[in-house]
Structure formats: structure tokens, C-alpha cells
């Protein structure tokens, strides 16, 4: 059973389209995060949500939008894709805002 | 912000040899872990270690938060090593930061 999972895996798209990532935990956890890993391996948090609730909104721009329909998923949709926006993107999940973190496989997204 | 160092940025050892990782943070944290991430680009959690030891087979992880430091130990090396350390702290903000990591090679 995969704990955190991610899709797609891989996202090649064109600059200016619109795509999301969809984002599962199967632990019950109650929090999940949001992370961007650049091209040296740098990671940054971008969002955490704790049952549903927005609690971490880091200074990202506004065509990032995340999701939590409920505490076991967690969407990213990214508006008018840059060059720049070409990242690896994680998923992870804690039992609480300060808990140990379990990360999903991660997608690599392309802007061409 | 906490600014976290870790070193050394790179490390080459042989198979069957031990190491120590360094990570230094400039502010008292409440959260502190170690995560592997293997050249697959998988992130491993290996320790939640904000104060004390932990063991946890040929890896064991020591922080000292008084002295704002944590070390990780690998003992008797193997190739399945290999990949990127990284160190990520949190303060009250409960916002991990993450350090750049040391990209360890273990060659047989």
C-alpha cells in the first residue's frame, strides 16, 4: 500500500497551461504539505494544510493554487505555466503541524 | 529565518566505512529531521530527532539543541547509501527549512 501518493509522475506541458497535481495519504494523517525541489535540489515549502485548513502559504505566486477537497487529499493547480515553474513537486503528510513528515514519489514537471 | 548548514556539501567513502553528517541551525528549533533522498529522487524520513539519540540499524542521529547541532552516523557503509542527506528544522513558525544537503557516493 502506497502511504503518500502523487500524480503524475512526470508532466511535460507548454508554457501559458493551466495543470494540476493530485495528492493522497492513506494514513490518516492530518496535516500535508506542498514542497518544490529546483534544479539543485533545494527544498522549499510552499503550502500546509491541517485538516483542511490552510495554515502555511509561503510567497508563492498567486496562479498556485492549492486544494484539500478533504484531510486525506491535497491538490496543486498551477495557472499560466512559466519556464521557471519546471521543478520537481512533493507531497508530504504528518499526524500534526510538528510531526515527522512522510513524502510522495514527487512529480517532475517540464515547462517547454 | 533559522538558517541551517550542513556539511560536508560532498562525500565519497568506500563500502564498509563509517561517516558522520554535520548540520549546524543559527536558532533554537522544536522539530528537527533527517531525510534520505536516494537517485531515484525518493525522500526517506530517517529520523525525527529535535533533541537526543536515536538508532535506527547502521544509522543513528544525535542532536543537541542547546548547542544547536544534530549529527547523523552511517556505520559500515553500502552502496545503497548513495544519494543526498538533508537536514530540515523547524522553529515555532512550524515551518521546516532545509539545509543543501551532502551528497554521499558509496563505491564497492
Known amino acids: 500500500d502506497t502511504a503518500v501518493s502523487q500524480t503524475p509522475k512526470y508532466l511535460v506541458t507548454q508554457m501559458g497551461n493551466d495543470k494540476s497535481i493530485k495528492c493522497e495519504q492513506n494514513?490518516?494523517?492530518?496535516?500535508m504539505y506542498w514542497y518544490k525541489q529546483d534544479s539543485k535540489k533545494f527544498l522549499k515549502i510552499m503550502f500546509s494544510y491541517n485538516n483542511k485548513e490552510l495554515i502555511i502559504n509561503e510567497t508563492v505566486p498567486n496562479r498556485f493554487s492549492p486544494k484539500s477537497p478533504d484531510k486525506a487529499h491535497l491538490n496543486l493547480h498551477i495557472n499560466s505555466l512559466e519556464l521557471g515553474d519546471s521543478a520537481v513537486y512533493f507531497c508530504a503528510s504528518s499526524w500534526d503541524r510538528e510531526g515527522q513528515q512522510y513524502f510522495g514519489p514527487g512529480t517532475r514537471l517540464t515547462v517547454t | 529565518g533559522i538558517q541551517v548548514e550542513q556539511s560536508p556539501p560532498d562525500l565519497i567513502l568506500q563500502e564498509g566505512a563509517n561517516s558522520t553528517l554535520r548540520c549546524n541551525f543559527s536558532d533554537s528549533v522544536n522539530n528537527l529531521q533527517w531525510f534520505h533522498q536516494n537517485p531515484w529522487g525518493q525522500l526517506i524520513n530517517l529520523f525525527y530527532?529535535?533533541?537526543?539519540?536515536k538508532q535506527n540499524g547502521r544509522l543513528s542521529a544525535t542532536t543537541v539543541a542547546t548547542e544547536r547541532y544534530s549529527l547523523l552516523y552511517i556505520s559500515s557503509s553500502q552502496t545503497t547509501d548513495s544519494g543526498v542527506y538533508f537536514c530540515?528544522?523547524?522553529?515555532?513558525?512550524?515551518?521546516?527549512?532545509w539545509g543543501l544537503g551532502t551528497s554521499l557516493a558509496v563505491n564497492p
Open positions: 494514513l490518516g494523517h492530518d496535516t
Open positions: 530527532i529535535p533533541s537526543g539519540t
Open positions: 530540515a528544522v523547524a522553529g515555532n513558525n512550524r515551518k521546516l527549512i
